[in-house]
């Protein structure tokens, strides 16, 4: 152990399993490039604080260009005593420089604030490139919810027929939803990019480091405030998994809808051969297996959240080495959501509709509120309309028939209130073109709410 960064005061070696179930290289070495600039926005602030020379630091950022260069191309060879990302590019700048001068970057450094550090400058990117995803998806449900407008659909609710519904409502249902998310993605994005650089083991630096300086060279939008939070702290994965499983949780609810939608029992939609799989044994079957699997994959999101969660709660102040466990887990989530990001805009950017299906699956009982509304445009209260208007689906019913089957006569045997003028009450069209109050299902009100979206997704 004596070979280890942390050697001195060792004498004897470490159990070569237990070697094994400590290090993290294997899986943090994802941030070298991240530890690299850390270290060089490090180096940079000593050498204002007179800790390293004009020359020092000169090499050590060359001596980094190299190393960076190695990872770049796969030729950093790891050795057994690498224990993390960190250790490893120290280790490797000390080899092309001598300890004399490697051994100075980490003056009141500790990798508690480097694999902070390292952390939120990689999840920040990311995070970005989640956000180009999910806008990707927004965007396409936008656009179809346009282009497919005259669509008409039954809407439901306990998965019953409720109403009638513009194909594009229930788009932008979901589109709505995840708006929502793309906008706590931008607030969660700006929390993770706080600086923890600077704030050593736990106390903060003794040599009068500018903090402020690597912060702005790293990107960081501003820093963290206490030293001891900084290094303690893991609420920027926390509520990055909180969003991931508040995005996963909404496109497993969406991709349900579609399979439902997709079966032939509905048959509304048609997924894409590149989206769907067949089975071994039945030749007829195509399946829906990337909707499947973006609903599958909401549970393991869930978990890497609440298993983290589990991590953290005991854990006394200040960094613990159990913090360690929170990397894979993240790791994962992060291409968990990526890819069913790109699955999922992938699926709804290829799949075809079937109006026609749509169209026959609306039942004229779907308009029995439309009866009960006519009744009180005519005056009468909306709960003895409601009563009349099942009465009526009560009187279809009974004879077996459907509801639009039944002649002004019969209705009016149920209300005399009823006039000829009742006939209008069974056209689809109309009753969704009724909901024109904002956010309802009508043409112009479904084109605000597309307007609205267009706003968020711009940045507004
Ligand atoms: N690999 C460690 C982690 O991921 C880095 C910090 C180690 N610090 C320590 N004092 N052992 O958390």
């Not at 005259?150 to 194909?167: E, N, S």
């Not at 969660?188 to 083991?201: E, F, I, K």
């Not at 609903?295 to 360690?324: E, H, V, W």
């Not at 989530?333 to 026959?360: C, F, N, R, Y």
Request: net charge negative; aromatic share 8%; charged share 25%.
């Amino acid at each position: 152990a004596e070979n280890m960064l942390w050697g001195g005061r060792f004498t004897q070696g470490l159990d070569p399993l237990m070697v094994k179930y400590n290090t993290s290289l294997p899986y943090d070495k994802i941030f070298w490039l991240q530890d690299i600039r850390g270290s060089i926005a490090f180096a940079r602030a000593n050498r204002a604080a007179g800790i390293l020379t004009d020359a020092e630091f000169s090499a050590i950022e060359k001596g980094f260009e190299q190393v960076a260069e190695e990872w770049k191309t796969g030729t950093f060879v790891e050795k057994e005593n690498d224990e993390d990302i960190h250790t490893a590019n120290e280790r490797r700048l000390s080899e092309l420089l001598g300890k004399e001068v490697g051994g100075k970057l980490h003056t009141g450094r500790s990798r508690n604030e480097q694999i902070a550090t390292d952390m939120r400058l990689w999840l920040r990117d990311e995070l970005r490139i989640l956000e180009g995803y999910l806008s990707d998806f927004v965007k396409c449900a936008v656009a179809r919810a346009e282009n497919e407008i005259d669509v008409i659909m039954p809407g439901y609710t306990h998965l019953q027929k409720a109403q009638p519904v513009r194909w594009s409502h229930w788009l932008l249902s979901h589109a709505t939803a995840f708006t929502s998310e793309l906008q706590r993605l931008r607030e969660t994005t700006s929390r993770v990019n706080r600086s923890p650089l600077g704030c050593g083991a736990l106390a903060g630096n003794s040599f009068k480091i500018d903090r402020e300086a690597m912060a702005r060279e790293l990107g960081f939008e501003g820093l963290l405030y206490n030293s001891m939070n900084a290094v303690a702290d893991r609420d920027f994965v926390l509520e990055t998994m909180q969003w991931g499983s508040s995005f996963m949780l909404k496109i497993s609810r969406w991709a349900e809808d579609l399979i439902i939608y997709s079966s032939l029992e509905f048959g509304f939609v048609r997924l894409a051969d590149t989206y769907s799989t067949g089975s071994s044994l039945m030749p007829q079957k195509k399946n829906a297996d990337s909707l499947e699997l973006l609903r599958g994959k909401s549970g393991r999101a869930f978990g890497q959240m609440a298993g983290l969660f589990c991590t953290i709660k005991g854990l006394p102040t200040t960094y613990n080495k159990d913090l360690q466990e929170s990397v894979e887990p993240l790791l994962d989530h992060i291409k968990t959501i990526a890819d069913s990001m790109q699955i999922a805009t992938g699926v709804l950017s290829t799949l075809t509709i079937h109006p026609e299906k749509m169209l026959a699956a609306l039942a004229p009982e779907m308009l029995a509120t439309e009866f009960a509304d006519y009744l009180v445009r005519k005056g009468v209260p909306f709960r003895e309309g409601h009563h009349i208007s099942g009465r009526v689906v009560q009187l279809a019913e009974q004879k077996s028939i459907p509801m639009d089957k039944l002649t002004v006569k019969q209705l009016q045997g149920v209300d005399e209130r009823f006039g000829e003028d009742v006939q209008s009450c069974l056209n689809y069209e109309r009753a969704v073109e009724l909901k024109d109050a904002v956010g309802g299902t009508s043409k112009s009100a479904v084109r605000e709410q597309i307007a609205v979206l267009k706003e968020i997704l711009a940045g507004k």
